[in-house]
């Protein structure tokens, strides 16, 4: 059994309810969806005893009634673990893991400024990426977001 | 090499002291600018200096499309220059936003912004073509 | 929720009055910087989301350029995930290939980056060696990939161009002339009091909090952290090279001097080997314009770091969703943690240190002194220039160095 696949089964093991969803793709590559309800318990797990010891970065993702979230842990044995789940846009709040992770307030910020997700616990600072003065509302990454091409600008 | 023969006539030009500012590049445009002032293509060698503050330069650099973030300080730059003083885009971005127009944070290229002199096209813009954009701006100031 | 499909975003002279964010916040007591805030986002320019509108084909010349100094790391990054997605085997001739172009854009800029560094601390005849020596491998580049910088040299299913014999017969020669000029590099940076004088000790990043801090590439390894997507989590051809992963102990700025300084000589090594191991056959495979649906994530051991990048597909020819991490954006972050109650006469050298991706020169600096409670902002090139005056007041001067690699330079 190689390194991916011991996770898999430890993972398997601890969480047996979630143990179907678990997603090998390829070597050094699992996935998994798990409710948000369940999020904080597996991603403590995935950081604590399975020791994740590295978040690469939180892609957001614009879907059907919800916003998908992945956070992508990694493995000092190069495994990656994308943990997805999804919050409801009617009310888009998460947690946030800095203090898992001091290096995810930059990630998160990025899911605030884009997709207008709501993140609880993370500290007064800079937004990220955008101007002071983009209006609020108006989340760029959202799939019913579009620039108007057509702008005319002036010098 | 043509550019050489040219010499001559830039000693008679006032050097040009230019300030190179990045206005959301991807930094390509910026290293072939620091490249031409090296060695080895040596803008130096046409009078050309590099300055680090607008008060003191003639000729403002600019690499990279206008981000919507970067607009005002561009412009204040700009202000800061004494006149006469002439802009010079650097690369397909400066010159018209190049691979990221229709970007919803970039505005288009630097004449969106500031009156543009001359336009050096390149993704990047290699030095020998920034060498040559330069020499051919001062040209023109000649006349 | 807005209704209107198209939004226009406010146009017209900005407010004189409108004050811009500066891109650091410092607070001085003293001498020494209690905290520093870092303001990015000036070069965001919306890729992700242009990436949604485009193929991926189109995409890839996007992706280059997200940073033109280490755009085939992006560019391959990228293609490799499209790849996974859409299950192609991509021949092995276009592996070498990639990580032979892969390295020599290491090499580029690891010494520009020397050269940078150089200037940083005022030890600018470094920037005027590095930067020739530099050129070698610009030439090199543009002979294999028809440009000096923003290669285009992939393609999904492989790369467009394939290297002749007489082109490995200069690659070879290169690394001699480059190999001997770094061990050139590698003397000055462990012989020159002055240049370890400088660098070491500031920027300090335990290991511990390197880990904690999620530092990546050259930053991560100075602090004894071996952490390195090649060895990690193999892509391109690196499943076959054998390389070391450099690390060092000092945990400051010398130490990332060290450690790229030394990679160096790894990526010499690895570029003889991929020359000689290539084998003959094809250089691409046939990709479907359509990418069947799926997601992938994609790592890369860029100059900087592990960049990574995150690919849904949805069946059709044009990307649902790209996400793009690049190594800077890890590393900025722990900017913060070097430069807390340190001189701000070593910030400009401990922020070039992590080898930014963002332009630094045009940055502007506020500085809030609460021992006046005044507040000033600065340029880069003020707090450049005062950072090496405050160091020749406290005896470190590079204008004797200068002089003395000034006199051998060709």
Redesign the interface.
């Known amino acids: 059994m190689n390194a991916t696949e011991k996770i898999k089964d430890t993972l398997a093991k601890r969480f047996s309810a979630l143990a179907d969803a678990i997603q090998m793709?390829?070597e050094?590559?699992l996935?998994l969806t798990v409710p948000f309800a369940d999020f904080p318990a597996v991603f403590d797990y995935a950081v604590k005893e399975l020791k994740f010891?590295?978040?690469?970065?939180i892609?957001g993702?614009d879907e059907p009634e919800v916003f998908g979230l992945?956070y992508?842990l990694?493995h000092?044995?190069?495994v990656?673990l994308?943990l997805r789940t999804s919050v409801d846009k009617k009310n888009p709040t998460v947690k946030t893991v800095t203090s898992y992770?001091?290096?995810a307030?930059?990630?998160e910020r990025e899911l605030v400024d884009l997709f207008g997700v709501k993140v609880e616990g993370l500290q007064a600072?800079?937004?990220?990426?955008?101007?002071?003065?983009?209006?609020v509302?108006?989340y760029?990454?959202r799939k019913?977001?579009?620039?108007?091409?057509q702008?005319?600008?002036?010098? | 090499m043509s550019i050489i023969t040219r010499t001559v006539t830039w000693a008679r030009i006032k050097s040009p002291w230019i300030l190179h500012f990045n206005t959301g590049a991807c930094n390509a445009c910026d290293i072939e600018i620091i490249a031409a002032l090296t060695p080895r293509y040596d803008l130096e060698r046409f009078g050309v200096q590099l300055k680090a503050t607008p008060r003191h330069a003639d000729i403002l650099v600019c690499s990279g499309p206008v981000t919507r973030q970067i607009e005002s300080r561009l412009k204040r730059i700009y202000e800061q220059m004494a006149s006469p003083k002439f802009v010079v885009a650097v690369g397909t971005c400066a010159c018209g936003g190049g691979v990221f127009n229709g970007c919803y944070n970039v505005k288009g290229g630097i004449d969106q912004v500031l009156p543009v002199s001359a336009y050096i096209p390149g993704c990047p813009a290699s030095p020998k073509a920034i060498m040559d954009g330069v020499v051919k701006l001062l040209n023109s100031l000649k006349e | 929720m807005h209704d209107s499909p198209k939004f226009k975003i406010p146009l017209g002279p900005q407010h004189p009055a409108l004050k811009e964010p500066a891109s650091f916040s410092v607070a001085l007591k003293g001498e020494k910087i209690l905290g520093v805030e870092i303001r990015l986002g000036y070069n965001h320019r919306g890729i992700e989301k242009a990436c949604e509108d485009r193929t991926y084909t189109q995409d890839i010349y996007l992706i280059e350029r997200v940073c033109g100094i280490c755009s085939h790391s992006h560019s391959t990054c990228f293609i490799q995930a499209v790849e996974e997605l859409a299950g192609l085997a991509v021949p092995k001739r276009a592996l070498y290939m990639r990580t032979l172009i892969g390295e020599l854009e290491r090499i580029h800029s690891h010494l520009l980056w020397l050269g940078v560094a150089g200037h940083e601390i005022g030890f600018d005849t470094l920037l005027m060696y590095t930067w020739r020596d530099r050129e070698v491998v610009m030439d090199l580049l543009a002979e294999l990939t028809g440009n000096r910088v923003n290669y285009g040299i992939n393609t999904i299913g492989g790369v467009r161009r394939d290297i002749t014999p007489a082109q490995i017969k200069k690659t070879l020669k290169a690394m001699d002339i480059l190999e001997e000029r770094t061990k050139y590099y590698i003397e000055v940076a462990s012989q020159e009091t002055t240049l370890i004088e400088r660098l070491s000790g500031i920027g300090v990043v335990l290991p511990e909090d390197a880990l904690r801090l999620d530092a990546v590439g050259p930053t991560a390894r100075a602090s004894g952290i071996a952490r390195d997507v090649r060895r990690d989590d193999p892509y391109a051809a690196y499943g076959d090279i054998s390389f070391d992963v450099i690390t060092d102990n000092h945990n400051d700025v010398y130490g990332r001097t060290l450690v790229r300084v030394k990679e160096l000589l790894e990526s010499y090594k690895i570029v003889r080997q991929v020359v000689e191991k290539m084998e003959a056959g094809p250089i691409t495979v046939k990709a479907p314009r359509k990418i069947p649906a799926g997601e992938a994530i994609s790592r890369y051991e860029a100059p900087r770091g592990e960049d990574a990048h995150y690919v849904k597909s949805n069946g059709t020819e044009k990307p649902e969703r790209v996400k793009v991490r690049a190594p800077t954006l890890a590393n900025v972050q722990v900017v913060k943690h070097m430069l807390k109650d340190r001189y701000l006469a070593d910030m400009s050298i401990v922020i070039a240190a992590i080898d930014p991706c963002f332009s630094c020169t045009d940055r502007s600096i506020e500085i809030n002194n609460l021992d006046n409670k005044k507040t000033k902002v600065i340029t880069w090139e003020t707090l450049h220039t005062q950072g090496i005056a405050w160091h020749r007041k406290h005896g470190i001067d590079f204008t004797s160095l200068n002089k003395r690699l000034k006199a051998r330079i060709k």
């Open positions: 793709p390829r050094r590559r996935a010891s590295h978040l690469i970065t892609t993702l992945i992508h990694a000092d044995n190069g990656v994308n992770f001091p290096g307030e930059i990630y600072g800079n937004r990220y990426p955008l101007t002071d003065e983009w209006p509302g108006e760029p990454l019913d977001w579009k620039a108007d091409k702008e005319k600008h002036h010098a």
